[in-house]
C-alpha cells in the first residue's frame, strides 16, 4: 500500500514543452518518458495546441475541471469531453490538437505501453465496493473532489483529499468499501495489469 498526497506532485514540463503535468506514480520508478510502463499523472491545460505523441503508448484522459475540450484526431475524429469525469481514450502516436471550450481545464492522465500493461478507468460519484484480484495487479484510487473514506478488509482506514491517490494490490487486501464522505464526492479506480513480466 501506497498513499500518495496530492500536495507532495512535482510539476514537469510536457513532452513536447507546451505546458506542465504532476507524475503521481509511474513504473519502473523515475522511468523517463520513453522507457515507462505505465505512468499516471494531472496535467493543466491552459491554452489549445498539439498534444506530446507517445510511440506504442495507449492514452486515457479524463477531464477532471473546466468547461470542457475537444481532442481533434487527424483522421476527423473528435473526442468532446464536456463535463468533469468525461473520457478519451487513443492511440499514443496519434496526432491530437486540443481546443478548449472556455478557459484552462485540469486533466487525468493514464499512460500503459500496450506490449506490457493494460489499464481500466472507471469514475464514481457514489461508494462503492472494490475487489483487489490477482489479474488486476494494481488498483490505484484516485480522489478527484470531497473526501473518500477507504477501509481496507483487514481494518485499515485511509482518508483522501482532492488528487491523493491510494495504491494497491491484492497482498494489502481483498477488497476495500471506498465511502463518499462529503456531498458531490467524486473519484477515479484505475486498474493496472502488466502482460510482459519479463521487466
Keep these: 500500500m501506497n498513499l500518495i498526497r496530492g500536495e507532495s506532485l512535482v510539476p514537469m514540463p510536457w513532452k513536447n514543452g507546451g505546458g506542465v503535468t504532476r507524475e503521481i506514480d509511474?513504473?519502473?520508478?523515475?522511468?523517463?518518458?520513453?522507457?515507462?510502463?505505465?505512468?499516471?499523472?494531472?496535467?493543466?491545460?491552459?491554452v489549445a495546441g498539439?498534444?506530446?505523441?507517445?510511440?506504442?503508448?495507449?492514452?486515457?484522459?479524463?477531464?477532471?475541471e473546466g468547461a470542457g475540450m475537444h481532442l481533434h484526431e487527424a483522421s476527423g475524429r473528435v473526442h468532446a469531453l464536456t463535463q468533469p469525469?468525461?473520457?478519451?481514450?487513443?492511440?499514443?502516436?496519434?496526432?491530437?490538437?486540443a481546443t478548449l471550450d472556455n478557459g484552462p481545464t485540469r486533466d487525468f492522465n493514464v499512460m500503459v505501453r500496450r506490449?506490457?500493461?493494460?489499464?481500466?478507468?472507471?469514475?464514481?460519484?457514489?461508494?462503492?465496493?472494490?475487489?483487489l484480484t490477482d489479474d488486476v495487479g494494481l488498483t490505484l484510487i484516485f480522489c478527484v473532489q470531497g473526501q473518500l473514506d477507504v477501509t481496507l478488509d483487514g481494518g485499515a482506514r485511509i482518508i483522501l483529499q482532492p488528487d491523493d491517490?491510494?495504491?494497491l494490490d491484492a497482498s494489502d487486501a481483498r477488497h476495500c468499501d471506498v465511502t463518499c464522505a462529503q456531498p458531490d464526492t467524486s473519484w477515479l479506480q484505475i486498474g493496472i495489469a502488466t502482460t510482459d513480466h519479463s521487466r
Excluded at 509511474?26 to 494531472?42: M, Q, V, Y
Excluded at 498539439?50 to 477532471?64: G, N
Excluded at 506490449?115 to 475487489?131: E, F, N
Aim: hydrophobic letters at 50%; a negative charge.
Design 26 to 46: 509511474a513504473e519502473p520508478k523515475g522511468a523517463a518518458l520513453d522507457a515507462f510502463t505505465w505512468r499516471l499523472s494531472i496535467a493543466n491545460v491552459d
Design 50 to 64: 498539439a498534444f506530446s505523441r507517445f510511440a506504442d503508448i495507449d492514452r486515457t484522459l479524463v477531464l477532471l
Design 85 to 97: 469525469l468525461a473520457m478519451a481514450s487513443f492511440a499514443g502516436e496519434t496526432p491530437i490538437d
Design 115 to 131: 506490449d506490457r500493461a493494460t489499464a481500466t478507468i472507471q469514475a464514481h460519484r457514489s461508494t462503492t465496493s472494490v475487489s
Design 165 to 167: 491517490t491510494l495504491r
